[in-house]
């Protein structure tokens, strides 16, 4: 199985800065044949079911705000919010869907001051 | 807009088994894998397995042979999932979720697992 390992489990940041949260995988979720990065990000607030933010490491869901950017490649993925908000209070999960059976990392907790 | 509807909870008591019902709208049921995920209360996300609605096709964790069974009535779009022989460590909320181009999640199913 692809183990997914994030960092930092959480963190706690004031309105209006930039977040960066890492998401490692232990093989690499890059497709030869088309180039695609299996791997996608979700957040999940209090009480709620997840819900899908960005897939391929990079391309966001439409209607996720544009705050919300995903980078990396291979092993290595990151999420960066800019200028975070309250309503971003939330565990942020990254999942890989390279190869069954799919993983998720273990999450990365946001907490707004 | 894709919608998938769950029931909001269940309580079984412990042995007993259990079969979960999403009921799929807004798109065609047939053309994508539906996905299955389980989340112990305070926990991360575990995948169970995945479906494909147009044959039947599954693939399941490992971890979850046995305990799970994933099977679609097209008919109504729905999938539904059944959980075997269930203890304490089987309480937690279960979602589907629509495959294709990422997961589009339900709102998921509190079970509850007390004699």
């Known amino acids: 199985d692809i183990l997914m390992t994030q960092s930092p489990s959480s963190l706690t940041v004031s309105a209006g800065e930039k977040v960066t949260m890492s998401c490692k995988s232990s093989?690499?979720?890059?497709?030869?044949?088309?180039?695609?990065?299996?791997l996608a990000w979700h957040q999940q607030k209090p009480g709620r079911s997840p819900k899908m933010l960005i897939i391929w490491a990079s391309t966001r869901v439409s209607g996720v705000p544009d705050r919300f950017i995903g980078s990396g490649s291979g092993t290595d993925f990151t999420l960066t919010i800019n200028s975070v908000q309250a309503e971003d209070l939330a565990v942020y999960y990254c999942q890989q869907s390279y190869s069954a059976p799919w993983t998720f990392g273990g999450g990365t907790k946001l907490e707004i001051k | 807009q894709v919608q998938l509807q769950q029931p909001g909870a269940e309580l079984v008591k412990p042995g007993a088994s259990v079969k979960l019902s999403c009921k799929a709208s807004?798109?065609?049921?047939?053309?994508?894998?539906m996905h299955w995920v389980k989340q112990r209360p305070g926990q991360g996300l575990e995948w169970i397995g995945e479906?494909?609605?147009?044959?039947?096709?599954?693939n399941y964790n490992q971890k979850f042979k046995g305990k799970a069974t994933l099977t679609v009535d097209k008919s109504s779009s729905t999938a539904y999932m059944q959980l075997s022989s269930l203890t304490s460590e089987d309480s937690a909320v279960y979602y589907c979720?629509?495959?294709?181009?990422?997961?589009?999640w339900g709102q998921g199913t509190l079970v509850t697992v007390s004699a």
């Open positions: 979720a629509r495959g294709g181009l990422g997961l589009h």
């Open positions: 093989q690499s979720l890059l497709a030869s044949g088309n180039q695609n990065n299996y």
């Open positions: 479906i494909d609605p147009s044959d039947s096709y599954t």
């Open positions: 807004g798109y065609t049921f047939t053309s994508y894998w």
